[in-house]
DNA sequence: TTGACAACATACCCGGTAGTATGTTCATCA
DNA sequence: TGATGAACATACTACCGGGTATGTTGTCAA
């Protein structure tokens, strides 16, 4: 049976209310950032999204998931791959600075949504979703940390304490959602040396050995 | 003549409602940080507060000010250093890293103000007064830029675009702001520790020639 | 074709917040 | 010593924004 209207038009109504939410917490911030904005950026009214959304939090927390499962979806491809653990990082980080740059919206919310933490969650149950929110993306996090542990232990990296190196780490190659706006006539050559350099500065930051950069 | 209560008092009752506004920005953000939130970490109210600032935009671009001008008066008893570029910056970042975790707070309103841009600065008057500030905070970034541009012309950083360069450098000494958080019983010798982390992982992002660390 | 329900739009309520108007106290100085 | 004004506190207003209650319209299944 073929989908009714409904069917077909639900996640499309969903997803496009996401993608205007998650350009208006870009833009103005979570607090900054009303229902009224992200309705009329639909062009439309408050009606839709609280039907869609429980409440302006779950909204963000929704877009905040959004982000990640792109994140984990553009990595899955990579996550069979065998090679030695600072050639993953390599591959690895490539794909999440293009996230950064592609989804930039989603992912500064996914910023905002770690920075914020839990402050502005009041019920229960927002807590316990934001939890869950956070546990997701200290698992992504959690990816890259083992690639450079093993990375240091086989002689590839050479940094001192693990922790302050992949905070280090995650700061360059997350740094795209701060800075990176498309510029006008921009190729898709263009945007990929854009990620190579911020890769590099990353692997060198990580006292990659010069010259592996394959 | 000795100076009256008056002279003495306004000064240091300025620099409290500073002190205070820059915790709470730097906790909940601006939007999300009322005038009463502020002065009740003064223990005060919104008298005091209005008294002393024109408005709540006001306050948060003295702030942002004040942060300023302590990286001003960080670096001053280095400006007049006589060495060679990248020998120069690594004194530099060294100092401009130590501001950003003594001073978190304030420089954590700084990035605040220059993400935010000129977003919610209704008045003519508040639109000139951010672009002010943004020019100082553009005139302080110059001087790193000038660093690593002629470090570069001397081969001793290598790197494809000095603005992409100058980006990914400033995104890490910036970042104690968003990760730093002092530890019980932490000495200052552990929080040089991290500077020295971060101001490597910077050195080896331009693409510092190894070794020359000192 | 009709009842039910999804997918919205409209109208409204109410708490919080920026900003103001008005005390009140106390140091300073003529 | 009394007048003045700085440095606040208190009381109040106006508005905005999250959330809700209530229409309205179109779809689909029986």
Redesign the interface.
């Known amino acids: 049976m073929a989908l009714g209207i409904r069917e077909r038009t639900l996640d499309s109504s969903r997803a496009a209310i996401l993608e205007a939410a998650a350009r208006c917490f870009h ?6 950032t009303s229902i009224d904005d992200v309705a009329r950026a639909l062009q439309s009214t408050k009606g839709r999204i609280y039907h869609h959304f429980e409440s302006k939090a779950d909204l963000f927390a929704e877009v905040f998931r959004a982000g990640m499962d792109m994140n984990y979806a553009a990595l899955e491809p990579l996550r069979s791959m065998k090679a030695e653990a600072y050639q993953l990082w390599r591959r690895f980080a490539w794909v999440h600075v293009d996230q950064m740059i592609t989804t930039r919206a989603f992912q500064r919310v996914v910023w905002m949504g770690v ?2 933490h839990l ?2 969650a009041p019920t229960p149950h927002q807590r316990a979703l934001f939890e869950e929110l956070f546990e997701t993306r200290s698992r992504y996090g959690d990816i890259f940390r083992k690639l450079i542990a093993e990375g240091r232990e086989t002689g590839h990296f050479h ?3 693990l922790s ?2 992949n ?2 780490m995650f ?2 190659l997350n ?1 795209p959602i ?2 990176y706006s498309p510029r006008t006539g921009e190729t898709r050559a263009d945007v990929e040396d ?1 990620i190579a ?2 890769v590099t ?2 692997w ?2 990580l ?1 990659g050995t010069e010259g592996t950069t394959t």
């Open positions: 833009e103005r911030g979570y607090a900054a920075e914020m402050v502005g940094f001192p304490n302050v190196a905070q280090l700061m360059t740094s701060f800075w854009l350099q911020v500065c990353a060198r930051g006292g």
